[in-house]
């Protein structure tokens, strides 16, 4: 009887100890969006070529990324309407890079570059980067 309930100690053991192995392997982390160009609150001329450059990371596998112009709330604008980036990807790794012409006239100086990146569990991130467009450089002299 003693010897009987040992096996089913090791046993219950057994079952917790594979269990919290399997468990190591789930997503536990939201992707990461890493964009190092352009830089927030960038400086853009009209008539200009935007250069675009960003990793996207998941500690398991990516799954789609979509980036696209808009306002601050993430709704496309007309002058931007076809800089709109969407695609399946897989891996733990991606190198996103985009050149965006810039028109020579805008309705407004001021866009946001909106970046939204899904992993293979369904986690979701975000990142948005303000643009500032003019005729002219903004900065401060």
């Given at each position: 009887?003693?010897?009987?309930?040992?096996?089913?100690?090791?046993?219950?053991?057994?079952?917790?100890?594979?269990g919290g192995l399997s468990s190591c392997k789930k997503d536990k982390?939201?992707?990461?969006?890493?964009?190092?160009?352009?830089?927030?609150?960038?400086?853009?001329?009209?008539?200009?070529?935007?250069?675009?450059?960003?990793?996207?990371?998941?500690?398991?596998?990516?799954?789609?990324?979509?980036?696209?112009?808009?306002?601050?709330?993430?709704?496309?604008?007309?002058?931007?309407?076809?800089?709109?980036?969407?695609?399946?990807?897989?891996?733990?790794?991606?190198?996103?890079?985009?050149?965006?012409?810039?028109?020579?006239?805008?309705?407004?100086?001021?866009?946001?570059?909106?970046?939204?990146l899904t992993d293979a569990e369904g986690k979701i991130s975000t990142?948005?980067?303000?643009?500032?467009?003019?005729a002219h450089d903004h900065g401060h002299e």
């Open positions: 009887m003693i010897l009987k309930n040992k096996y089913k100690q090791i046993g219950v053991l057994g079952l917790l100890l594979l982390e939201n992707p990461i969006i890493t964009v190092s160009s352009p830089a927030n609150h960038s400086n853009i001329m009209l008539g200009s070529t935007l250069d675009v450059q960003a990793v996207f990371t998941d500690d398991k596998e990516l799954a789609e990324y979509h980036v696209h112009m808009g306002d601050q709330a993430g709704e496309h604008v007309h002058d931007f309407h076809d800089v709109e980036y969407t695609k399946s990807i897989t891996g733990d790794s991606y190198q996103f890079s985009e050149q965006i012409n810039i028109p020579e006239m805008l309705s407004s100086e001021v866009y946001y570059l909106h970046f939204e990142e948005r980067i303000m643009l500032h467009v003019g």
